[in-house]
């Protein structure tokens, strides 16, 4: 049995489509048996609960070989790291009381730094936290940015014509395929063929700008001349409220685009065949064009 939290999300309801399709036994976790119901069809075992409740978590883990755990985001939550502490600590004490051997958890790049990149200090802080279980085998993936966090700027592109965001136009970041991510977890979910905590780098197809991305965006959706407008953080930060996110998230998004945009927030080391993954940005635009024409 392996347990999967997020399945109804980018990378978890992937993993748990791989590993039903590889025969395994799921246990697919998150709040709503509807958003589930594709899973229980397909054969997994639902869970149905809230992941900050470690009762509910340890009998999600109970009896798993491994399980699958990451930090969903909250971005309305008025202090997001006393969020996803409450939530981060909920997982591990469910992870120990339930004494689940092997975990693959989602971190990501940048998060081997204390302070100083928004949301992703609080990947740090959970790392930490796992990497105290004393009878677990732990693989941290660090992925780079997520091709699927485009989708929340198509909306805007629509309205204005522009993408937007304050990220550096030119900084070249590491940005990956959620299916990417899910290939590497499910496969280690599968095997687990590793001992104590080991790390892993994934850093998509190739690294990409905001200019070189929103340029290939614009040309599947049939606007190649699509700019890219970098925002300053306090024009950023305003446009984040506007979209429901907290004073608290905004000023972390903007800490973390600022962290990626000078290489704070980057790969540890030489980009190789072992840290690349096969999904091109190219690839995955069609995804992002369907959405557009569907607004
Ligand atoms: N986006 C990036 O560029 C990036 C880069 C590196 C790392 N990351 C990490 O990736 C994480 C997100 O992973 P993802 O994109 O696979 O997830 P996701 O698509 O954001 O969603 C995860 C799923 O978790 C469920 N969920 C949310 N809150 C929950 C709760 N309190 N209890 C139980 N289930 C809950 C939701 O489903 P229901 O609503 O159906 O419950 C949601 O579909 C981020 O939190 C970040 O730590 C992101």
């Known amino acids: ?29 998150g709040r709503s048996a509807e958003r589930l119901e594709p899973l ?16 509910f978590l340890t009998e999600a883990f109970r009896g798993a070989d491994a399980v699958y755990t990451l930090l969903h985001t909250a971005p309305d939550v008025e202090d997001f790291h006393a969020e996803q502490d409450r939530k981060g600590e909920a997982i591990v004490e469910a992870i ?27 990947l740090h802080t959970q790392e930490r936290r796992l990497r105290e279980l004393e009878n677990t085998s732990v693989l941290l993936l660090r992925p780079g940015a997520f091709f699927e966090n485009f989708h929340a700027v198509l909306g805007l592109i629509k309205e204005a014509g522009v993408n937007a965001d304050s990220v550096a136009p030119e900084a070249k970041i590491p940005m990956i ?8 977890a499910a496969d280690a979910l599968r095997k687990r063929d590793w001992t104590g905590v080991v790390v892993r780098e994934l ?29 300053p953080a306090s024009e950023m930060v305003g446009t984040l409220r506007q979209a429901g996110f907290s004073a608290n998230s905004a ?3 903007v800490e973390m685009t600022a962290a990626f945009s000078d290489g704070t927030v980057a790969a540890t080391g030489e980009r190789t065949a072992a840290n690349s993954t096969p999904t091109r940005f190219e690839d995955f635009v069609p995804e992002l064009a369907r959405a557009y024409r569907q607004l």
Do not use: C, W
């Open 1 to 29: 049995m392996i347990t999967v939290l997020g399945a109804t999300g980018n990378t978890g309801g992937k993993i748990a489509e791989l590993l039903l399709a590889a025969g395994e036994s799921v246990r697919a976790v």
């Open 40 to 55: 229980r069809a397909a054969g997994a075992e639902l869970a149905v609960g809230d992941v900050g409740d470690a009762e």
């Open 203 to 231: 850093l998509g197809e190739r690294d990409l700008s905001y200019l070189e991305a929103t340029r290939i965006l614009g040309e599947a959706i049939g606007l190649p001349q699509l700019p890219y407008v970098p925002m």
């Open 96 to 122: 120990r009381r339930a004494g689940v051997r092997h975990v693959v958890s989602l971190s990501s790049v940048g998060a081997e730094r204390p302070s100083g990149t928004g949301f992703i200090t609080s």
């Open 177 to 184: 395929a959620a299916r990417d991510i899910a290939e590497v």
């Open 251 to 253: 000023r972390l998004h």
